[in-house]
T-cell receptor, first 113, second 115 residues
């Protein structure tokens, strides 16, 4: 049972380049989320998808776009990468209501130079 | 505005002793609270949660206490083991409204348990 799979695990981009972070879950979860983790800031929500076909902005959406391709897949796109987007990105999914924990992927470490 | 705060960046305890990790929140709409544990190079893993209608929830060595009037929760680990050394994140969620299902995380506390 793979859970939540993120690709790639590491990436180095030059300022202005674009890339897409991929996320897939095999648990038939409805809700999926993208967070970024920065030192001293905890995890901050970028975008989320409550169900297939819907996406909404989180706390720090600027510079990002998302696509909920189907129930399994939720991708995060950086159209023009900036050094401020250097971070560790986590995708997560959840089966039920607010009291249920997320299942997180192992993360993508992105460096923008 | 940090709605969930973990004011202690780090905590060091001896194996076998109690570890107490603290978390404060400001948003009175939060009604579910969760703790996550994170090892280096891995994603966070869910540990334990508590609803605002309770003041305590236990799961093995882990107990979460909630004080709604003080907007404070804590995670107790008894007894602490070296394998508990990790970053612990507190998170909160609201059951309704525009915040439905979204978790707001604290900054994290690095726990080190010494043998």
């Amino acid at each position: 049972n793979a859970g939540v799979t993120q690709t790639p695990k590491f990436q180095v981009l030059k300022t202005g380049q674009s890339m897409t972070l991929q996320c897939a879950q095999d648990m038939n979860h409805n809700s999926m989320y993208w967070y970024r983790q920065d030192p001293g800031m905890g995890l901050r929500l970028i975008y989320y998808s409550a169900s297939e076909g819907t996406t909404d902005k989180g706390e720090v959406p600027n510079g990002y776009n998302v696509s909920r391709l189907n129930k399994r897949e939720f991708s995060l796109r950086l159209e023009s990468a900036a050094p401020s987007q250097t971070s560790v990105y986590f995708c997560a999914s959840r089966v039920g209501g607010p009291g249920y924990g997320y299942t997180f992927g192992s993360g993508t470490r992105l460096t923008v130079v | 505005d940090q709605q969930v705060k973990q004011n202690s960046p780090s905590l060091s305890v001896q194996e076998g002793r109690i570890s107490i990790l603290n978390c404060d929140y400001t948003n009175s709409m939060f009604d579910y609270f969760l703790w996550y544990k994170k090892y280096p190079a891995e994603g966070p893993t869910f540990l334990i949660s508590i609803s605002s209608i309770k003041d305590k929830n236990e799961d093995g060595r882990f107990t979460v206490f909630l004080n709604k009037s003080a907007k404070h929760l804590s995670l107790h680990i008894v007894p602490s083991q070296p394998g508990d050394s990790a970053v612990y994140f507190c998170a909160a969620s609201a059951a309704g409204g525009t915040s439905y299902g979204k978790l707001t995380f604290g900054q994290g506390t690095i726990l080190t348990v010494h043998p």
